[in-house]
């Protein structure tokens, strides 16, 4: 077990442009979520999916901002046009829900993204 | 709504002394009360959960923290800091209905040891 794994690690971009980001849950894991860090912040959630349904987004999440994960795997959050207030480390996790439990709540390292 | 309010962005302590974090949760409904550690340019990593069992939860690296509903805290303690303890900590609430189990983080406290 790898843990979850985010690529890539860093990105630059100028505003405007386009990114994506990619993250791998653990194998087992149904739920992903995604979070948003800016600097001297604690994370900040902005979305969750529970196998490929995407069940809440936070009103953080912009209509430049989606997030999408196919056949309940691996997830990518897109940025379209890029600002520079969109400069911060975005975060993946994953769990495994059950019933009215939910196990194993691990984050990856995150993706830091500049836009200059 | 959940909320948690981390008093002290900056903590400094000497190696070999405790080490308190304090955190302060409101909550509408029994809540699930975590503490995260993140090093540089690291993800976070669980140093322990309280889910509504014993109120003294104890974590890894030695750390422990007591659920204290009467003052709706859940500080975090340690009693010997090590060098390798310096780094960003958060406390963290989810809802125990368990719709969705996002987490709500505070802002974080820093920790410093100093020799």
């Known amino acids: 077990d790898t843990g979850v794994s985010q690529d890539p690690r860093h990105k630059i971009t100028k505003r405007g442009q386009n990114v994506t980001f990619r993250c791998d849950p653990i194998?087992?894991?149904?739920?992903l979520y995604w979070y948003r860090q800016t600097l001297g912040q604690g994370p900040e959630f902005l979305t969750y999916?529970?196998?490929?349904?995407?069940?809440?987004k936070s009103r953080l999440l912009s209509d430049r901002f989606s997030a999408e994960r196919p056949k309940g795997s691996f997830s990518t959050l897109e940025i379209q046009r890029t600002e520079q207030g969109d400069s911060a480390m975005y975060l993946c996790?994953?769990?495994?829900?059950?019933?009215?439990?939910?196990?194993?709540?691990?984050f990856g390292s995150g993706t830091r993204l500049t836009v200059v | 709504a959940q909320s948690v309010t981390q008093l002290g962005s900056h903590v400094s302590v000497s190696e070999g002394a405790l080490v308190l974090l304090r955190c302060n949760y409101s909550?509408?409904?029994?809540?699930?009360l975590f503490w995260y550690v993140q090093y540089p340019n690291q993800g976070l990593q669980l140093l322990l959960k309280?889910?509504?069992?014993?109120?003294l939860v104890k974590g890894i690296n030695g750390f422990e923290a007591e659920f204290k509903k009467s003052e709706t805290s859940f500080h975090l303690t340690k009693p010997s800091a090590h060098m390798s303890d310096a780094a960003e900590y958060f406390c963290?609430?989810?809802?125990?209905?368990?719709?969705?189990?996002?987490?709500?983080f505070g802002t974080g406290t820093r920790l410093q040891v100093t020799l």
């Open positions: 996790a994953s769990s495994y829900r059950t019933g009215a439990n939910n196990y194993g709540y691990t």
């Open positions: 194998s087992e894991h149904n739920r």
């Open positions: 999916f529970q196998n490929e349904a995407q069940l809440e």
């Open positions: 909550s509408s409904v029994p809540p699930y």
């Open positions: 309280y889910t509504s069992a014993a109120t």
């Open positions: 963290a609430v989810s809802d125990r209905s368990g719709t969705a189990s996002k987490l709500t």
